[in-house]
């Protein structure tokens, strides 16, 4: 801290550039970051969250996009076949049912009535082919046991 | 026990109440009486909270399932660990175990600092104590660990089945523990913010403190990818989560503070950043503990959004409000000393360095709420996975790993490019070397370059060692190994920090390699049958089925051959844990040959033993975990008490490329 008053001003002329140069570097970055978000967000990467009523109601919207569906296994709608066959099931958000075909490995938590989100391509009138069945985080599962 | 617990949480939150105004009357009223009674206060409320968290574990341990606490998540036929650790298992023991941190934490500063940092420590109590109070109030009115059962079950239900494993045991601590330890530093920022008094002095002492936070939050996401990595089937470490992200977003502002503290140490520079990045840690870090305990982020149909909720949100408003409010009213005072000379100088390099962490905070930050936002802004839900974060933040690593060589290599206010260019010409070298031969090998040019990249910064971090330790032989008539060790214990900030540098780069080569070359397949097999994957065989001996004092366990025994060679047999489970039949475990059985983890996951079976099994080949995995433990050793040198600071401080007038080892 001492000592620099007295080089102030020699730095005032300077402190301007310095401005301008780091202005120049987090615009740059920014500008690299920002084109890389949007980007990520038009390609697949990104997927319309949607329940399965909303799917159905803007089903012409989605078609042929990648979506994540959140909604509850309908009991007794879950067929296995044998190991290595598709897990085939229906999920629920109360009004509507969308069928669903799994391919994969059966994540831990999947059984009637559990809530999952599934993602894939959406194609009306065809059931959704999920690449990922997603069940519910552990940390928030505590409510369930026991009641 | 329970009225123990529950009445040491109420007097500990009045205690608290009484110390947050007794520091701030005091302090006001200039009456240091009130100071010292608020400080002791700090210390009695971490009594009754370490009384409250005995409790609770004892009752834990002697079963006492009137707590509804404890019989939901615990059950008598539990082995004696995960009874213990079921203990943070919840929202309201983890919160208790947040609280018991910050106390612990807290004293032990107010303590160390009750001389150094005199005018300070009112403020740097008050901050402690409101912290604390906030969660005493919420865990005696809205989430009470001690509340109690109208009815006592026999047996408890038992702690969920995915959270039934060594990882719970380091993970979720230190995890926990990290979120809370960045209370110290946030309170120190916000006395000298209140203060004024923003000089060099208080720096010191927030260092250490982010340091400890920032090492022990590393620790518990290294565990966290461990555990995924053995439980989680879909052979990966690191999910892109939003659990896993907002965990993420306080080490990755605090490791840019950690950068930029240097400049502010060395040219008086960045005042104004710094303060915002011990901010922003800390208000992330509450955001971390709330999002996880929320189901904010989880889905449209989050089970019942927890009762905390709102409490955390307000706090966090609060914090922002009065840290941002706080950091205008000083702008004045944290004007630079000095302005940046070149732009290829070490300042420039740190500035770099921590736009990119910025950036790369804040892709993270984005992509985890956008699902927030698109429905606010534009009624759709629009979520974003793993591929988003790969191509966003895989190139801004990418040029974090180049910039951890070049920065090094730059002097402080101007760099002889021409000297930069002699020291950096083998590194340079290494780097081109190794990315055509990769490129002809595997003819992936993405991964030829960020091998390339750890190639190059390796060179020149191992090569920096080289220099100081042939300097101290030359000068003291040391061996290598004894000057590697004084460097190491004198100047442990850059010898250290190389130490974290080189363990970044260990994991780097992991992570680059099996998310490349990664190979995957499912296989349909009944007992004595072969699969071929890569290089390797796989067969499959059938299932045994087996009894745990709390789980049924099915067994998929497989070898795994290596041109014709037995080279490893695993295991891969599934567990049924009474109360939970309908949620079946898994273990992974992971093998790992030479360089490879062969990771087999078993799928689904019949009762004739047709099993489907998944097998990934994940290579070069082992390094993530060595690079652990070499992370874990460095951030330790970085505590090492330092013997000749009035020597290093000597040392700051000397600048260059190689530093003696002043």
């Given at each position: ?5 007295l080089?102030?001003p ?5 402190r301007?550039w310095?401005?301008l140069r780091?202005?120049?570097a987090?615009?740059?970055?920014a500008?690299?970051v920002g ?7 038009q390609s697949?990467?990104a997927?319309?969250?949607v329940t399965v009523?909303e ?5 012409a919207?989605v ?5 994540r569906?959140?909604?509850d296994?309908?009991?007794g ?7 290595g066959?598709?897990?085939?099931f ?5 009004t509507s ?16 009535g559990r809530h999952v989100i ?9 059931p ?6 997603l069940t519910?985080?552990?940390s928030?599962?505590e409510?369930?046991p026991g009641? | 026990m329970?009225?123990l617990?529950?009445?040491?949480l109420?007097?500990a939150?009045?205690?608290?109440v009484?110390?947050?105004a ?11 009486e ?7 206060a700090?210390?009695g ?11 609770l574990?004892?009752?834990f341990?002697?079963?006492d399932?009137?707590l509804?606490?404890v019989?939901?998540r615990s ?11 079921a203990f943070y298992g919840?929202q ?13 934490l807290?004293?032990?500063?107010l303590?160390?600092h009750r ?12 901050t402690i ?7 005493l109030?919420?865990?005696t009115?809205?989430?009470n660990?001690?509340e109690?059962?109208?009815v006592?079950p026999?047996?408890?239900a038992g702690?969920?089945?995915l959270l039934?494993d060594?990882?719970m045991m ?17 309170a120190f ?6 203060t ?10 927030i260092?250490r403190w982010t340091?400890?936070a920032w090492?022990?939050?590393g620790?518990g996401l290294?565990?966290?990818a461990?555990?995924?990595y053995?439980?989680?089937?879909w052979?990966?470490?690191?999910g892109?989560?939003p659990?896993?992200n ?11 503070f950690l ?6 140490e060395?040219r008086g520079?960045?005042?104004v950043w ?14 971390g503990?709330?999002v ?11 089970f019942a ?9 307000l706090?966090?408003a609060?914090?922002?409000?009065i840290?941002i409010g706080?950091l205008?009213y ?6 630079s000393?000095r ?5 290829t100088?070490?300042?420039s ?10 950036a ?5 930050f ?5 699902p927030?936002?698109s429905?606010?802004f534009?009624s ?5 996975g793993?591929p988003?974060?790969n191509q966003v933040n ?5 040029v974090?790993l180049?910039l951890?060589?070049v920065g090094?290599?730059l002097?402080?206010r101007?760099?002889?490019?021409r ?5 950096l010409?083998?590194p340079l070298?290494?780097?081109l070397?190794?990315?055509?031969g990769?490129l002809?090998w595997l003819?992936r040019p ?7 990249s750890?190639?190059f910064t390796t ?5 920096e060692y080289l220099?100081?330790a042939r ?5 003291n008539r040391?061996?290598?190994?004894a000057a ?6 004198r100047n ?5 920090g ?13 992570v680059?390699?099996?998310?490349f070359f990664q ?6 097999v ?6 071929t ?5 796989i ?8 009894q745990?004092a709390d789980?049924?366990v099915?067994?998929a025994k497989?070898?795994i051959?290596r041109g ?17 039949e ?10 790992t ?7 087999v996951?078993?799928?689904r079976w019949e009762?004739d ?10 290579p ?8 652990g ?12 008490p330092?013997?000749a600071?009035a020597?290093q401080?000597a040392g700051?007038?000397?600048r260059g490329?190689v530093p003696?080892?002043a």
């Amino acid at each position: 801290m001492s000592g620099t008053a007295l080089a102030q001003p020699v730095e005032k002329s300077r402190r301007r550039w310095f401005d301008l140069r780091l202005l120049v570097a987090a615009l740059a970055i920014a500008g690299a970051v920002g084109y890389l978000m949007y980007t990520g967000l038009q390609s697949t990467a990104a997927s319309y969250f949607v329940t399965v009523s909303e799917l159905q109601q803007r089903a012409a919207e989605v078609e042929g996009k990648r979506v994540r569906v959140g909604g509850d296994v309908v009991p007794g709608s879950i067929r296995m076949g044998g190991p290595g066959e598709p897990i085939h099931f229906e999920i629920t958000d109360g009004t509507s049912r969308l069928a669903v075909v799994y391919e994969g490995v059966l994540p831990d938590i999947f059984a009637d009535g559990r809530h999952v989100i599934v993602e894939g391509v959406f194609r009306s009138s065809q059931p959704i082919h999920a690449d990922t069945l997603l069940t519910q985080c552990p940390s928030r599962f505590e409510s369930t046991p026991g009641q | 026990m329970a009225e123990l617990g529950s009445g040491a949480l109420i007097i500990a939150l009045m205690l608290a109440v009484y110390g947050l105004a007794a520091s701030l009357l005091g302090a006001r009223r200039h009456v240091p009486e009130l100071v010292t009674s608020a400080v002791r206060a700090t210390w009695g409320v971490t009594l009754l909270v370490v009384t409250a968290v005995i409790a609770l574990v004892s009752a834990f341990l002697t079963h006492d399932f009137r707590l509804a606490y404890v019989a939901g998540r615990s059950s008598r036929d539990m082995p004696t660990h995960y009874v213990l650790a079921a203990f943070y298992g919840g929202q309201e023991g983890s919160l208790l175990y947040w609280v018991m941190i910050v106390g612990i934490l807290g004293s032990l500063a107010l303590y160390v600092h009750r001389r150094s940092d005199r005018a300070l420590i009112p403020y740097v109590t008050a901050t402690i104590l409101s912290v604390m109070a906030l969660l005493l109030f919420i865990l005696t009115f809205v989430a009470n660990p001690f509340e109690l059962l109208p009815v006592t079950p026999i047996d408890g239900a038992g702690l969920n089945p995915l959270l039934r494993d060594p990882g719970m045991m380091v993970h979720p601590p230190l995890l926990l523990a990290g979120y809370a330890s960045f209370t110290v530093p946030f309170a120190f920022a916000m006395a000298a913010l209140i203060t004024g008094r923003l000089g060099a002095e208080w720096l010191r002492s927030i260092r250490r403190w982010t340091l400890v936070a920032w090492g022990v939050l590393g620790c518990g996401l290294l565990a966290g990818a461990w555990w995924a990595y053995h439980v989680l089937g879909w052979g990966g470490y690191w999910g892109w989560d939003p659990v896993e992200n907002v965990a993420l977003l306080p080490w990755l502002t605090s490791t840019a503070f950690l950068h930029s503290v240097i400049v502010q140490e060395r040219r008086g520079m960045l005042k104004v950043w710094n303060l915002s990045l011990l901010l922003a840690s800390f208000i992330l870090s509450v955001f971390g503990t709330f999002v996880v305990r929320s189901g904010l982020l989880s889905s449209v149909h989050a089970f019942a959004v927890s009762k905390v909720g709102p409490w955390f949100l307000l706090y966090l408003a609060a914090v922002a409000v009065i840290g941002i409010g706080l950091l205008i009213y000083r702008l004045p005072a944290l004007q630079s000393d000095r302005a940046i000379e070149s732009v290829t100088s070490r300042e420039s390099g740190f500035l770099l360095n921590n736009l990119l962490f910025a950036a790369l905070a804040f892709a993270t930050f984005w992509g985890t709420v956008f699902p927030l936002f698109s429905e606010l802004f534009w009624s759709t839900k629009l979520t974003v996975g793993p591929p988003f974060y790969n191509q966003v933040n895989g190139p801004l690593l990418l040029v974090l790993l180049v910039l951890m060589g070049v920065g090094p290599m730059l002097a402080w206010r101007r760099t002889d490019l021409r000297l930069l260019l002699r020291n950096l010409r083998w590194p340079l070298l290494a780097g081109l070397v190794t990315a055509s031969g990769l490129l002809v090998w595997l003819g992936r040019p993405l991964a030829a370059a960020a091998f390339a990249s750890v190639a190059f910064t390796t060179l020149v971090t191992l090569l920096e060692y080289l220099r100081a330790a042939r300097a101290r032989r030359r000068a003291n008539r040391e061996s290598y190994l004894a000057a590697l060790g004084q460097l190491l214990r004198r100047n442990n900030r850059r010898y250290g920090g190389y130490l974290v540098h080189l363990a970044v780069l260990v994991m780097a080569i992991g992570v680059i390699a099996s998310n490349f070359f990664q190979v995957e397949r499912q296989f349909l097999v009944r007992p004595g049958e072969t699969g071929t994957i890569g290089p390797y065989t796989i067969v499959y001996r059938g299932l045994d089925d087996r009894q745990t004092a709390d789980a049924e366990v099915v067994a998929a025994k497989v070898d795994i051959y290596r041109g014709g060679v037995l080279r490893d047999s695993v295991e891969s489970y599934r567990y049924f844990y009474r109360n939970y039949e309908d949620q079946p475990t898994a273990r992974m059985g992971i093998a790992t040959i030479g360089l490879d983890d062969v990771y087999v996951v078993l799928d689904r079976w019949e009762d004739d033993g047709t099993a489907s099994l998944r097998v990934y080949i994940n290579p070069l995995v082992i390094w993530i975990w060595i690079g652990g433990a070499v992370y874990i050793l460095g951030t330790l040198t970085l505590f090492w008490p330092q013997p000749a600071l009035a020597r290093q401080r000597a040392g700051r007038l000397v600048r260059g490329v190689v530093p003696s080892e002043a």
